[in-house]
């Protein structure tokens, strides 16, 4: 019995709707999986999340490794029991974070100092999958390096080299047979680097495949065509996972090339921050214009936040500081990244998602 499967279900074009299944748990693509970066999603609950109608979620190993540490989660009975989630979860290796906070590469893995208390640790290729063995989570991802664009070609053949050999070394320590292991493609945004790296991580053969490296400072256009550049090389019968991509067009216009799956901690930081998602475009709801406002953030949005309460009192809560201002528009912003997806999803049965793309485009160029 493999560990995942992958059901492709509907085509249209270079897009696809599919369903992937893990023992008895399954979720449908493309789909955004919200990021719990500590054990929860920031200002929401397990259940909140659920409730919107997520089936799978992402945990960050680099924090749940410092604190409260791996040992501690296994110890509990794995991150679902620990986190109160009982659909599927990914977590990532660490190597995104480690990397943004100027860490040392050699050879043998990566050095870097615990933001909590400045520890020195050293993040190995098999020391991140045996940490997430130990989390539990129900996909792995290997450890690779990111390069910040823009980057050398030499850098960027450098780091991918990396990635490839522990690629490899990621995969001959997997031990359990319940977690699946993802495989990520770097490359930068150098054409002929994505093919390179895509045939070497499909040659060790994974679960499924991350493009990685990506949305680090390049232009759209350059993000848009480096997948395009290594969709191709990636096997049809397994997801493709473009990791950190969370803005609206990026997502609908990535699953008009492919893509099957995204995180992103966007969605729920702008809610913190006072903005809302909507297909309409952003709203600014600390907009004076708000304060006597009676409707809801947007009409005909199934959250919380909309179903009960206006928009001036979300901006009051935003501007006297209660907290609850920020769980609401957590609530409501990733209620519309679920949304968004399953329109998207919509779309490609209907073999309407060009105009999908275009609509959406258009409610974000404003
Ligand atoms: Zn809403």
Redesign the pocket.
């Known amino acids: 019995m493999a560990i995942l499967t992958f059901d492709v279900v509907e085509e249209s074009d270079s897009a696809r709707n599919g369903v992937v299944t893990i023992g008895s748990k399954s979720y449908q693509t493309p789909v955004f999986m919200p990021v719990g970066t500590r054990g929860t999603i920031k200002a929401a609950t397990a259940k909140d999340v659920a409730d919107i109608g997520f089936d799978v979620v992402l945990g960050n190993t680099y924090h749940l490794m410092l604190r409260p540490g791996s040992k501690v989660i296994q110890s509990i009975g794995g991150l679902h029991k620990f986190a109160g989630w009982d659909r599927l979860m990914l977590t990532d290796s660490g190597g995104f974070q480690v990397m943004s906070l100027g860490a040392k590469f050699d050879e043998g893995g990566v050095r870097f100092k615990s933001i909590y208390d400045g520890a020195n640790v050293y993040l190995t290729p098999e020391g991140a999958v045996t940490t997430q063995e130990e989390i539990g989570a129900d996909i792995a991802m290997v450890l690779d390096v990111c390069t910040n664009l823009p980057a050398t070609r030499d850098q960027l053949q450098r780091a991918m080299d990396l990635t490839h050999a522990w690629a490899k070394r990621a995969r001959s320590a997997k031990s359990r047979e319940d977690q699946a292991q993802f495989g990520i493609v770097q490359g930068g945004s150098e054409d002929d680097l994505r093919q390179v790296s895509a045939q070497a991580i499909v040659d060790i053969g994974f679960e499924g495949y991350a493009i990685g490296g990506l949305a680090v400072g390049e232009s759209r256009e350059d993000m848009l065509r480096s997948i395009e550049s290594t969709t191709p090389f990636l096997p049809n019968d397994r997801p493709r996972y473009l990791m950190g991509v969370g803005d609206p067009v990026g997502v609908v216009e990535s699953i008009a090339r492919g893509v099957d799956m995204f995180d992103c901690v966007a969605p729920s930081r702008l809610a913190r921050h006072g903005g809302?998602l909507?297909f309409q475009g952003k709203v600014h709801v600390k907009n004076k214009k708000y304060e006597e406002a009676d409707e809801?953030?947007?009409m005909g949005?199934?959250?919380?936040?909309?179903?009960r309460f206006p928009i001036a009192l979300i901006r009051h809560l935003l501007l006297v500081g209660e907290s609850t201002a920020g769980t609401?528009l957590t609530?409501?912003?990733l209620?519309?990244m679920h949304r968004l997806v399953a329109g998207a999803r919509s779309a490609i049965r209907e073999k309407s998602l060009d105009r999908y793309v275009t609509t959406i485009r258009s409610a974000y160029a404003r």
Request: net charge negative; hydrophobic share 40%.
């Open positions: 809302a909507t809801p953030i947007e949005c199934p959250c919380l936040a909309c179903q609401l609530i409501h912003n209620t519309f």
